[in-house]
């Protein structure tokens, strides 16, 4: 049987490399909260061109049902 091996312990190598990853995520948080405030900047135009788009559609459907439906059917009698 052979024995269970041990990790080797950190060096100073690898030290130094879990340091130039954590500086690089944190460099990466950075540019993330950057670009995050960017379109926070731009405000919701996009919000407001669905909403203007799907409120002209259902204005639309709605002329169409009175014009076409409501009335050629006529008065009631």
Known sequence: MTP???PAAMGA???ANA????????????ADAAM????VVRGP????AVVGVATTVVVAIWFVFYFFVY???GTLQ
Not at 36 to 39: K, P, S, T, V, Y
């Open 13 to 15: 190598a690898d030290t």
């Open 71 to 73: 009335l050629p059917r």
């Open 19 to 30: 340091a130039d990853t954590a500086d690089a995520a944190g460099a990466a948080s950075v």
């Open 4 to 6: 269970i091996e041990q």
């Open 36 to 39: 995050l405030e960017d379109i």
């Open 45 to 48: 135009g996009g919000t407001f």
